[in-house]
Nanobody, 127 residues
Framework: EVQLQASGGGLVQPGGSLRLSCTASGLHFNAYVMSWIRQAPGKDFEWVSSISRDGDGASYADSVKGRFTMSRDNAKNTVYLQMSSLKPEDTAVYYC????????????????????WGQGTQVTVSS
């Protein structure tokens, strides 16, 4: 059984930082491009970032570019999202997701690109 376990969410003040983690099991981790996708209350899913299978390349949504950094440790089957300079508009449930697509492309901005999803972790940015 494939599982993606996300953690690290919480309540943080504007301007603060959080690091999310997502640990995978039951799959050949380094065969998957990994992404973070978020959903704010009452809004559609929003792609946040993706990282290549070997971790050498990452892509970010314009809304988070320069503030968020995605990384992965294939030895630990884990991806991370380091979030800094957080804004209230970053408030959302953050999901990690795995895709068998070979390369990072705009296709990863669609929900249908993903084979597996984690359960999500809540991030709330508020004073």
């Amino acid at each position: 059984e494939v599982q993606l376990q996300a953690s690290g969410g919480g309540l943080v003040q504007p301007g603060g930082s959080l690091r999310l983690s997502c640990t995978a099991s039951g799959l050949h981790f380094n065969a998957y491009v990994m992404s973070w996708i978020r959903q704010a209350p009452g809004k559609d899913f929003e792609w946040v970032s993706s990282i290549s299978r070997d971790g050498d390349g990452a892509s970010y949504a314009d809304s988070v570019k320069g503030r968020f950094t995605m990384s992965r440790d294939n030895a630990k089957n884990t991806v991370y999202l380091q979030m800094s300079s957080l804004k209230p508009e970053d408030t959302a449930v953050y999901y990690c997701a795995a895709s068998t697509t070979r390369y990072i492309s705009s296709y990863l901005r669609t929900e249908s690109a993903y084979d597996y999803w984690g359960q999500g972790t809540q991030v709330t940015v508020s004073s």
